[in-house]
């Protein structure tokens, strides 16, 4: 594969450049391989992504180099690449996100190292009213991925009590996360509090199993239910990245 090189997708021109840079050195994985794989599961990855501001993870040197992470969208985009404002105290203002609504996008942005894709829960430009409610199960070891996928268990049936679909996904690292999609207006208020509730209820059900707070010292063995992702201000990782 070429080192750099000119493309044209869905009318749009971009150039793609350190083309064959491992960026996974145990594999030999590149970022042209990276980028093949974002254009081939851009079916069923856009979905996910469209209209929710995108904080992008970095990794100019690979996955056993420094990262870091993005929020406001580069200066340098193509002009093509939508944004939307989201207020920021820190900042004293708002930042314009990244939008990532279509295969040009994803593939600028995969070009840029982003190996890692954190959407929004929120949809713009409402960005005050998630659509998404999340729990991030975290283990304390010796508790792994096969303790994370039995708290998942319980998590989904106090949900159904509710008559809430959830559904399940790895992290990326050692644990999983379930989503609840909302189909009616709530505010973070509501999800945070509504998830809150739920870690408290299961680790009272649960004590050996599960904790709710976040005080290490507490989750050795254990799942830590992580319910403060329910925040506007918060992103977890995207299916598929």
């Not at 090189?5 to 021109?13: L, S």
């Not at 056993?64 to 004293?92: I, L, M, N, Q």
């Amino acid at each position: 594969m070429a080192a750099d090189a000119q493309v044209e997708i869905k009318g749009k021109r971009l150039k793609l450049s350190n083309l064959d840079k491992v960026f996974y050195p145990k594999t030999g994985f590149t970022k042209g391989q990276v980028i093949d794989y974002y254009t081939r599961v851009s079916g069923a990855l856009l979905p996910h992504l469209k209209k929710r501001p995108l904080t992008l993870k970095r990794y100019p040197n690979g996955v056993d180099e420094k990262f870091f992470y993005e929020k406001r969208c580069p200066t340098h985009r193509p002009e093509w690449v939508a944004t939307a404002p989201v207020p920021s105290d820190r900042h004293g203002g708002p930042i314009d996100y990244c939008l990532c609504n279509d295969l040009p996008t994803l593939v600028w942005v995969a070009n840029m190292a982003s190996i890692e894709l954190h959407p929004s829960l929120s949809h713009a430009p409402k960005i005050e009213q998630p659509t998404t409610l999340a729990f991030d199960l975290d283990p304390g070891p010796p508790a792994a991925i096969l303790e994370c996928a039995q708290v998942g268990l319980w998590v989904r049936d106090v949900l159904a009590e509710f008559g809430l679909e959830s559904f399940p996904k790895t992290s990326g690292s050692k644990g999983m996360q379930v989503y609840v999609p909302l189909n009616t207006a709530v505010t973070y208020d509501d999800t945070k509090g509504f998830s809150h509730a739920l870690a408290r209820l299961l680790e009272k059900q649960h004590p050996k199993e599960v904790v709710s707070v976040m005080t290490k010292d507490l989750r050795k063995g254990k799942v830590f239910i992580d319910w403060s992702q329910n925040d506007e201000h918060k992103t977890t990782v995207s299916v598929y990245s």
